[in-house]
């Protein structure tokens, strides 16, 4: 278990805010102890809670071309057939999976291929359930196409608490399958956008886990 770099300048400013808290409560009420432990305990509570948030476990990823791998770990809230409108602009089998706070959020490619497609979109941050999150909050676009010349998009998309998006894609690169794309911060969502035809291996309420859950199986 190591803790994701992302997480180092959060990290800092919660044990600097911890210091000073506990400082002015030390200097203020110094006769005060019950209150004072109530401050110590709260304090251990939010940093154990940031510490947790950015972690990164270790994971054994199998890697398999005619597999969908899960981007993110958290639980499945969209399987439906809808139009993608962006980039593909045909029919496609959409899967989201919801992020909670308590999730791991690092974030990894579902399949290998070349980035054909990376954008980056400022917009609102509604909860991450809400139907128009999809294409009005802050979100970014990938795109990767197989060997096969199968594309599959997916997007990151912020919600009410994830303020920022990091996004490692770059259009021309090569991806790995369950290589690390990006990191959402404090809970959002993901949408994968799959061919019509291609058989999902995972159910509405599913929990599932970045990198080891097979999402979907793609036609030959």
């Given at each position: 278990?190591?803790?994701?770099?992302?997480?180092?300048?959060?990290?800092?400013?919660?044990?600097l805010?911890?210091?000073?808290?506990?400082?002015?409560?030390?200097?203020?009420?110094?006769?005060?102890?019950?209150?004072?432990?109530?401050?110590?305990?709260?304090?251990?509570?939010?940093f154990?809670?940031?510490?947790?948030?950015?972690?990164?476990?270790?994971?054994?990823?199998?890697?398999?071309?005619?597999?969908?791998?899960?981007?993110?770990?958290?639980?499945?809230?969209?399987?439906?057939?809808?139009?993608?409108?962006?980039?593909?602009?045909?029919r496609?089998?959409?899967?989201?999976?919801?992020?909670?706070?308590?999730?791991?959020?690092?974030?990894?490619?579902?399949?290998?291929?070349?980035?054909?497609?990376?954008?980056?979109?400022?917009?609102?941050?509604?909860?991450?359930?809400?139907?128009?999150?999809?294409?009005?909050?802050?979100?970014?676009?990938v795109?990767?196409?197989?060997?096969?010349?199968?594309?599959?998009?997916?997007?990151?998309?912020?919600?009410?608490?994830?303020r920022?998006?990091?996004?490692?894609?770059?259009?021309?690169?090569?991806?790995?399958?369950?290589?690390?794309?990006?990191?959402?911060?404090?809970?959002?969502?993901?949408?994968?956008?799959?061919?019509?035809?291609?058989?999902?291996?995972?159910?509405?309420?599913?929990?599932?886990?970045?990198?080891?859950?097979?999402?979907?199986?793609?036609?030959?």
């Amino acid at each position: 278990m190591t803790i994701h770099k992302e997480g180092y300048t959060s990290i800092a400013l919660c044990i600097l805010f911890i210091f000073v808290l506990n400082a002015v409560v030390n200097f203020l009420l110094p006769e005060t102890v019950w209150f004072r432990w109530i401050i110590y305990i709260l304090s251990f509570a939010l940093f154990v809670i940031i510490l947790q948030f950015f972690r990164n476990p270790y994971i054994e990823v199998l890697k398999n071309e005619e597999h969908v791998i899960c981007p993110a770990d958290g639980k499945v809230v969209v399987i439906e057939e809808t139009e993608e409108t962006e980039y593909l602009k045909d029919r496609r089998i959409q899967v989201s999976v919801f992020m909670s706070p308590i999730n791991v959020h690092v974030n990894r490619n579902p399949i290998s291929g070349i980035v054909k497609y990376f954008k980056y979109h400022p917009g609102k941050f509604l909860v991450a359930w809400h139907p128009k999150s999809s294409t009005e909050n802050e979100r970014t676009t990938v795109v990767i196409e197989n060997k096969q010349g199968v594309s599959v998009l997916f997007r990151q998309i912020a919600g009410a608490l994830a303020r920022r998006i990091v996004c490692y894609s770059q259009e021309g690169q090569t991806a790995e399958q369950g290589e690390e794309f990006g990191f959402i911060k404090f809970g959002s969502r993901v949408d994968v956008f799959l061919p019509l035809g291609t058989e999902i291996k995972v159910g509405l309420g599913e929990v599932v886990k970045g990198g080891i859950t097979v999402l979907a199986h793609l036609k030959k």
